[in-house]
Each structure stands twice: as C-alpha cells, then as structure tokens.
C-alpha cells in the first residue's frame, strides 16, 4: 500500500511532496482503524456469516463447478472454489475484510489521482470502511463484496488517466464482465461504460476493446450455461423476478394477457413486498405443477406485457420502492426483515432440516456452524455507534451533490454517479427494493459526490510515470 501511494509524492516541489505525505499520513490512520474494527470482527464471531439458502448454493457451485439453473451465476463460486483447499469459511471472511479495506484504497488512490485534498480522499472512504453494513457483507458467504470490489477497480481503471487507453478500456471492461458473473444486475454497466466512452469520444479502438472484452466472457458463460440447462443465458430467474415486481400492479382486465400467460395473473394473494411473490405459496406462479423457475419464460412474458399496459404503475412502484433508501429511519420492507445499522449480538442457527446444508458440509468445510458472539469482543461490537441517516438520508445528499456534478463541459462525476444510480434502481426495478442492494451504489455515490463537490481542473492530473504506478492501464 504504502508503494502505491508514493506515486503521487513522486516529481513533485517539495512542498507539494509535503502535503501528500500528510494527507497520506491521514488516510493510513483512517485505514488502520477500519483494520482494527474488521480484526475486531473476526474476534467477536466464531464463524462467517451463512445465509439460508444463497451462502449453501454458492459453496455447493464451487464444489461442483456447474453453472445453477436458477438464481445465481458462478462468479462467486469461482473465487469459492480458489478457496476451497483451506477448508474455512472463516478464512473466506478474512480474505474478504481485506477486499472491504482495498476497496477504501482505490477510493482513495482514484480521488487523490484526481487531486482531492487527503482529508477528502479520506472522508469519502469512510462509509465503505466503517459502515457496519459493509463490514457485515465482508464477514457473509454472499456475492455482494466481489461485485463493490469489482466495479470499484474497473472505475479506477478506466478514470485513472484523462484520455482512457486501449488497455484500460479492455481492463475495465473485462473487470465489469466478471461483475456481471458474479451478480446479474451488474451485467449493463459494461453498457454504461461504453456509453460512457462515446460521450468522451474516446475513440472506436477504446470503445471495441471494451466492448470485446467485455463481451467473451459473458458469452463463453452463456454457452456453458446453456449446454448444462439447454438456454443461451446466465442465469434462469430473471423472468421470475420480473413477474413478481408486476404482482404489486398488474391488473389483467388491462393488460389482456393470452390464455397461457393469463394463469400467472394476480390472484387475490396480498403479501408485502414484490420479492415475497417468488416465494408466496398462495401466488399463482406458485399453484403451477412443477418448479416455479421453470416457467422463467413465461413469466418474462408475462411481465413485459404488464408493463408495456401499466407503464405509469410500473414506474410509480420502482419510484416508490427506491424512495425507501432515503429514509432518515429504516423502513423494513418485507416486513419479516429488520435492517440494522449495528453489528448484531448473539447466535445464529442453521436450519439444519435441509440436506444442502449437511451436503457442503462434508464436501467445503466441515466446520461450517451456525454464527455466534465470542465475549467480550461481541459486547463491544454491539456497542460501537454508527448513526443510520449516515446511510440513509446522507445518501440521497451524496447522489444530489453527484448529479450536480455530472451535467456540463466536464461531467468530473459522470460515470461513478451513472454507476451508483443504476445500481440503486436497477434490482427494484428488476424484484424489489433490500436495503442489502442498496449498498453497492454507496461506494459510487461518494465518489461522485467528491468529485463534485471538488470539481477538479483536468490540469491538475498531473502525468505519470509509467514506473511511478502500480495501477494497471
């Protein structure tokens, strides 16, 4: 770490070298606490988090190496399946916690590279590093830290220079492809990244190394899936999904669907929130005989009829939906779910009634367990302080501030603020709203709103040595 922050202290007056290492001296500081709180994590719990069911099924896709018909493609499974050797959920958490940290540091490196002060470079890692929700998913067996880290490193990537090379399009655009593989929803922001290009005029080599790089793996991935499953795609849940955002709306005397699709209709079934559909035994997808993703096609069909017919109740329910991440208070949305701005405090049991459990168990790490509180590290977490609007209303300031700064000559905050909003509306618009899908647009939303605020000169991204850097382009 301390390697790649010396590029910005190299060729420089000395003065201007001194007001670097300060401002590096403050974000070590800032880094050694988040270090602290996540060594203090890994003390205060006996075991990774599981979640019942996705944790099992990405453990059980890196044994077997064979793409899942329905919910998640294998992206994760992948980094799982490089793990499996040390038999240790646990250490899986601990390479995580170090990811969460090298995320604060590419925050950091990209606002430096562009010419904010230390002091706000720091501060706008700071809800990625202390945030207890994001300590939380590095400490889980779930897909969401790889995708930050990701498209965090393909946004470095690709802003690191004013004038984007060849490489760095290629690179960026392969980092957001295996995004994509990790979690679906990713998938468009190599689409906003080319777009991104074409509004640089960044040149048709750029913009085809992204495209080409980009696209092989999500096609390599398509065929896999499809010799194992019989359909060209990456994953089978995406009509489902969809079904269910419409079961909130859907009104069939409007939308007229044809006998066959007409059976997925509302049925009188009223649950909370869109994404309690896919699982409500009372939903009429779910009174077909079969399994419910089996009919992915149908209930895309379905769903895609619904909207073009509702399009105004389909945008007031995505409206609506998203405007829960804003709220000073949490709202729990389905209402079964608590969301906690803390660091929980107990223990955890695994619904042991489910063979996959026992399953992975034997085949990944026998000590898989349920999670508990190791005293008095677990007291001391469930006391640490970390106010809710920090995540909630400041977010709404943070992607106000960033759209300020993506409008006019320069747009300095374009592409992270595109990212983060699209990351915001794209899983409610999809299923539904989670305060877990909320967080991996925090992470842009600073960088944007940074960059706004600062609204740098391009004369200030001084040129670089290729040997002064570590970041590859």
């Known amino acids: 770490m301390a390697t790649t922050l010396t590029v910005f202290s190299r060729s420089r007056p000395h003065g201007v070298t001194a007001r670097r290492h300060q401002g590096h001296r403050l974000f070590v500081f800032v880094l050694a606490l988040a270090a602290a709180l996540r060594v203090l994590v890994m003390l205060g719990y006996d075991t990774a988090q599981l979640y019942w069911y996705d944790s099992f099924t990405y453990l059980d896709t890196a044994v077997h190496l064979r793409p899942q018909g329905a919910l998640h493609p294998a992206g994760y499974s992948w980094f799982l399946w490089v793990m499996r050797p040390f038999h240790s959920v646990e250490l899986i958490a601990g390479v995580q916690h170090v990811m969460g940290l090298g995320i604060g540091v590419m925050i950091y490196v990209l606002l430096r590279r562009r010419s904010l002060p230390g002091w706000g470079a720091s501060l706008a890692t700071l809800p990625v590093l202390f945030d207890p929700s994001f300590v939380r998913l590095e400490h889980a067996i779930l897909s969401d830290l790889q995708v930050i880290f990701l498209v965090v490193a393909a946004l470095l990537v690709v802003m690191w220079r004013e004038r984007v090379s060849t490489r760095a399009a290629a690179l960026a655009g392969l980092l957001l492809a295996l995004a994509g593989l990790t979690r679906t929803a990713a998938v468009p922001l190599l689409g906003l990244l080319v777009l991104y290009l074409l509004i640089r005029r960044a040149g048709r080599r750029r913009i085809v190394a992204a495209v080409v790089a980009g696209a092989l793996p999500l096609l390599a991935y398509a065929t896999w899936y499809a010799q194992h499953h019989g359909r060209f795609a990456l994953s089978g ?14 009104d069939c005397s409007v939308i007229r669907p044809p006998a ?21 035994a009372g939903a009429s997808l779910n009174r077909l005989p079969g399994d419910r993703f089996g009919y992915n096609d149908l209930a895309r069909s379905f ?15 995505v409206v609506g939906d998203t405007s829960l991440a804003f709220t000073w208070e949490p709202v729990p949305h389905p209402k079964r779910v608590t969301p906690m701005s803390t660091f929980p405090h107990g223990s955890w049991t695994l619904p042991e009634e489910h063979s996959l459990i026992g399953k992975v168990r034997r085949e990944y790490d026998p000590g898989i367990r349920g999670m508990s509180s190791v005293e008095p590290w677990g007291t001391i977490l469930s006391a640490y302080p970390y106010p809710w609007f920090l995540h909630g209303t400041l977010f709404g ?8 700064g993506s409008i006019g000559r320069r747009r300095p905050a374009l592409l992270p603020w595109t990212f983060s909003m699209f990351l915001l509306v794209a899983p409610v618009a999809a299923l539904d709203f989670d305060h877990r899908y909320v967080l991996p647009a925090i992470p842009f939303a600073c960088v944007a709103a940074a960059l706004a605020v600062h609204g740098y000169r391009i004369g200030d991204i001084a040129p670089v040595r290729r040997a002064d850097y570590r970041v590859p382009v």
């Open 303 to 317: 769903a895609l009829r619904a909207i073009a017919a509702q399009p105004l109740d389909y945008l007031g329910e």
């Open 237 to 250: 849940s995406d009509g489902v999904a969809l079904w269910a955002r419409t079961m909130t709306f859907a």
């Open 397 to 404: 300031v943070l992607l106000l501030a960033g759209g300020a």
């Open 260 to 280: 066959k699709e007409a059976v997925l209709c509302p049925n009188g079934t009223v649950v909370d929130a869109a994404s309690e559909y896919v699982w409500a």
